[in-house]
T-cell receptor
């Protein structure tokens, strides 16, 4: 069964500092990978996705993520964090065929110190 | 284009009652998926509908059911509510229906007293 691990429950960074959120997945084949962000009381907004091809993917709001097959990882990065980035971030893996079921990690709560 | 809309946004019910939540997907999207989000269990997949047919189902009891209409709008129903059903219920729609990008609505916050 597929699974996603986000090892960091909470992360605090200073505004302007760089950010890396970790995500490890378990899946038999090449997975479809996603990062979503959720602000309090809101739904999930897609930041970026990886289906195939270039392993470094660019997303919205200045985020990027790198797929590393050898490490089963899909870490999210941002070079300079803004106070408005404070939110909860979810990594998800999807099946490569036959439906749209996403398996989510437990999320990482990001706090930004001014 | 309008995003995914969910109604109602907030709902309070008592144990034993039933509830129906509604989801309108983005125009042209034919796949609708439902997820339950709780502090303890996180985000869990409930089911997916594509072209009015349930294509995938998560590991939830039969009290949870859903359907999709010909216009792709979807409803989910929870019967005999339990306290543990209190959660944010999120609906997501996608264009093609086969591991395409899912776009989420704002959710319905259900509180069971």
């Amino acid at each position: 069964a597929q699974s996603v691990t986000q090892p960091d429950i909470h992360i605090t960074v200073s505004e302007g500092a760089s950010l890396e959120l970790r995500c490890n997945y378990s899946y038999g084949a090449t997975p479809y990978l996603f990062w979503y962000v959720q602000s309090p009381g809101q739904g999930l907004q897609l930041l970026l996705k990886y289906f195939s091809g270039d392993t470094l993917v660019q997303g919205i709001k200045g985020f990027e993520a790198e797929f590393k097959r050898s490490q089963s990882s899909f870490n999210l990065r941002k070079p300079s964090v803004h106070w408005s980035d404070a939110a909860e971030y979810f990594c998800a893996v999807g099946p490569t065929g036959g439906g749209n079921k996403l398996t989510f990690g437990t999320g990482t709560q990001l706090k930004v110190e001014l | 284009k309008a995003g995914v809309t969910q109604t109602p946004r907030y709902l309070i019910k008592t144990r034993g009652q039933q509830v129906t939540l509604s989801c309108s997907p983005i125009s042209g999207h034919r796949s609708v998926s439902w997820y339950q989000q709780t502090p303890g269990q996180g985000l869990q997949f409930l089911f997916e509908y594509f072209s009015e047919t349930q294509r995938n189902k998560g590991n939830f009891p039969g009290r949870f059911s859903g359907r999709q209409f010909s216009n792709s709008r979807s409803e989910m129903n929870v019967s005999t509510l339990e306290l543990g059903d209190s959660a944010l219920y999120l609906c997501a729609s996608s264009l093609v229906g086969d591991t395409d990008t899912q776009y989420f609505g704002p959710g319905t916050r259900l509180t069971v007293l």
